[in-house]
């Protein structure tokens, strides 16, 4: 079966971020790593190939020149090849123009099954799957937290406000996996060095067929009209652990009438 | 017109839609609300207490599980026929899906994560925290149809009275959208003990390391007469039972205290716990959001500061 994975490259979880107020996008300049929440979608994809026995997980994303570094790790943990949609002009999509260029290489590719991670770690949005899969005219199953993948069938058990659902739609199909679907491996030494000469491929949005004023902010629908300060809020206290922080909280409680 | 996503469960519009609605009332436009579903008409007749003029039905046996796919065609239906120009959700795992899917099919800008909307020189302009909420965004459209998704829990419902005017709606669907079946729906995994009542909440996340060291998290929620609530990252491992689930999926609660055991505090779980009084956090990691919107943090391993808590709490009550 050939699964495709879309991934993204987002500034690493551990630096502090920051909006450039000049463009008024995220800056993109520091460090960067792998979503964490796509971690999980590619994790998937590998349980599904070896439980098939054969097979083929492509990774799709779209990224400054960097991103490679994220599809690397990807392809460390055992994702066959990669395919990289990167030139200036993508940059700064929002979800339209994203969903449109994804669904371009996605065209291309002919997945049987198409997975994406529970959400942007940088935009914290969750919606990328079900755009692409309205593009690609194709069922989609969001937040799976367990999947099964047979006889030309895909059943996701996903948890929403009100208890457990379970959907099945036939392949080819959209799925976009929890965050507690799986505990992702880390990439071995050896899939560290193999990484490297898997195949990655960059292309240009023009390469697919998308049009220059259907990428990018010209082809984006939304804006960031003014970046703002958030509101005021009470000093919180926040104390290391010395030994004495029970004592702290027990003192913290009695004071507010709480013990 | 602004048309506003009505979800609904079990014969109840829901509330975080209505309070959307209420929100779309107050802007002044002509504002319709729209109800999907099979057999709903009674239902869509409510939303006209809550703010709703008009209200659109789409009244077929392919809305009656709630799937995303056919709720995109009958939206799509409805701005395309109708003169809608923009489209408000309330944040929710259905309505996500709808949203995303009605903006790929229509072109149409998406702003999610809003906690506010308002008109500036006769523009809509959304207010949306980014970056574990250091910075609030003012976020517009460059063309129509707009359509906004709010943070769950933004706006209260007003109920003003008054009869909505109920205008049929006949989408057609597209076959990719009604190939996904609902199998089982809504199914609870296991009955627990309500934690919407207690007045002290003590939960846990994964920081807790094992579904075994709960009993640490159970062992001071019973010495200070509380409950023990869960994170849908533990829930969804299977290390603690649905029903004491707090976030965006799951409950939402008000306690006098909150006591946040290794969680992380990402915004789905914020939530579901904002409006509680005091909130203490313990977790080892210090760049843990959840310190920023905690009373007292306490940057340390759990497993030591946790069991001294509980005795300490039981000598002096």
Redesign the interface.
Known sequence: MKIAVCVKHVPDA?VT???DPQT?R?DRSGEGALNQFDTQAVEEALQIKERDGDGEVILVSMGPERALDSLRKALAMGADRAVLVSDEQVAGS???AT??VLAAVLEREGPDLVVFGQQGGDS????????????L???????V?ELEVADGKV?GK?????????????LP?VVAV????NEPRYPSLKGIMGAKKKPQETVSAGDLGVEADNVGEAG????????????A??D??????D?S??????D???E?K?? | MIAVFLEHHEGELQKGALGVLGKAAQLGDDVAGVVLGSGVKDLAAQAGRFGAARVFVADDPALEAPLPQPRVDALAHLVREEGVDTVLFAASVLSADVAAGLAARLDAGLNWDLVDLVKDNGNLVGKRPALEDTVYVDVGWTGEPRLAMFRPGTFDPTETGGEAELSDLSPQFEDFSTQATMLEQAHAESEGPSIEDADVIVAGGRGLGSPENFSLVEALAKALGGAVAATRAVVDAGWYPYATQVGQTGKTVSPKLYIACGISGAIQHKVGMQGSGVVIAINKDPNAPIFEFADLGVVGDLNEVVPKLTQLVEQRK
């Open positions: 551990t971020k920051r909006i008024k995220l929002d979800l339209v969903s449109r914290d949005g969750a919606v990328l799957g079900a755009a692409v899969a309205d593009r005219r194709r069922p989609v199953i969001s937040q937290a059943k996903r948890q929403t406000e009100f208890g457990y659902d379970v959907i099945e739609a036939p199909a929890s965050d507690a679907i984006s629908r939304t804006s960031v009209v003014a970046l703002n300060d958030p509101p809020r009470g919180a206290l926040k104390i290391e652990d030994g922080a029970a004592e702290k909280i027990a913290f409680l009695a507010r709480l013990l």
